[in-house]
């Protein structure tokens, strides 16, 4: 037998050991596949690359429904993902994350960091985190001109956050004001929110350490770098007569390049923009659905028939046990942590808001102390 058929039927057999299971092979590999994508989309949200950041998350989300992928293991480094998508589209007032339209991306991204509290080795990191979430809710909605929206945003954060007393009365006061450009807000500007959250991603990553595959890959690129490198050095077979070209030849080859170069710079390609197909509670989703494209789902065009259309499907009546769910997780997390209440029970597709007003019915029915 030919030596080079030996070495590739033996490191076949090294690669296809039966004594090893492959699907868990395929476990490990997609373990590191997603630590992966954890490490890319905290890289390009420091970046601050919109299209790249989206591109990346519908990656990380695809590996992520892996039917044979324990999702506990990863639950953590995907609500630190959620967050991140929220912030990163924060400015964009017409994107939701979550069935009630009324909560903008920072406002629902306030709500999943209230569930990363325990990720936070800085007790300081993650309370300024909160400020600044609460002051540029307020903030983005002034640049926008939407005062209205402004007022419910200070009023939301109040009512559903422990948020610091003399912050909402300033923000109060700078609301009435209508001050876009107030030296408040410039204080705790949206620069300054990227900058502290890019701070606790550099010690969760220091402190839970996702890189394996990434310093594997590191290596194989600087190996090749290295190869090629060394080629170029070599001279090739007829690299002298190459290097005799014509002078009416150079002429032709720079202006081909220069012709590209030109197409390069008035270029109109566009990329696609990452469209999600819906969206999901905010404490696991990670995708982002505009007002727009929301429209465009329950309103039936022209051509179809309205019977085809889909309807959300309202929630059941408050059940018995339901308000059971809903006073043993105010027991449990106190009144105003709704998102944390969401996670413990199931409440059969209800909201934090519905939450809160059910238990001021309670409340008000003397059903609860």
Known sequence: MDPDETDKSASYAQIFNENVSFPHITDVATEWMLDFMFVSLCRRFNEGKLEEFNETLSTYEAILKTPSLNENLHHEKKMICAFLARVMHGKQLDVLFEEDDSVMPLMSAANIWSDLEHTVADESLFKNIIILLFVQSVAVCLEKGQTSLASSALKWFMDNHNSPRNVGIKLTTVVAQKETYHPFLMSFSF??????????????????????????????????????????MVPQKGSLSASK?????????????????????????????????????????????????????????????????????RPQKWTQQLDQYLIKGVDRHGQGNWSRILLDYDFEGRTGVMLKDRWRVLKKGNMVN
Request: charged content about 30%; overall charge positive; glycine content about 0%.
């Open 191 to 232: 620069t300054r929110l990227l900058e502290t959250i890019q701070s606790y991603l550099e010690a969760y990553l220091e402190k839970n350490p996702s890189d394996f595959l990434f310093k594997a890959a590191t290596k194989i690129v600087q190996s090749s770098q290295s190869t090629e490198d060394l080629k170029e």
């Open 245 to 313: 070209s014509t002078e009416e030849d150079q002429k032709q080859k720079q202006s081909t390049a220069c012709f590209r170069t030109k197409r390069k710079l008035l270029s109109t390609k566009t990329a696609d923009v990452w469209i999600p197909d819906g969206c999901k509670k905010a404490y696991i989703s990670v995708k982002r659905l505009s007002r727009d494209e929301l429209v465009s789902q329950i309103t039936p065009k022209t051509s179809m028939d309205t019977s085809n259309v889909q309807r959300r499907k």
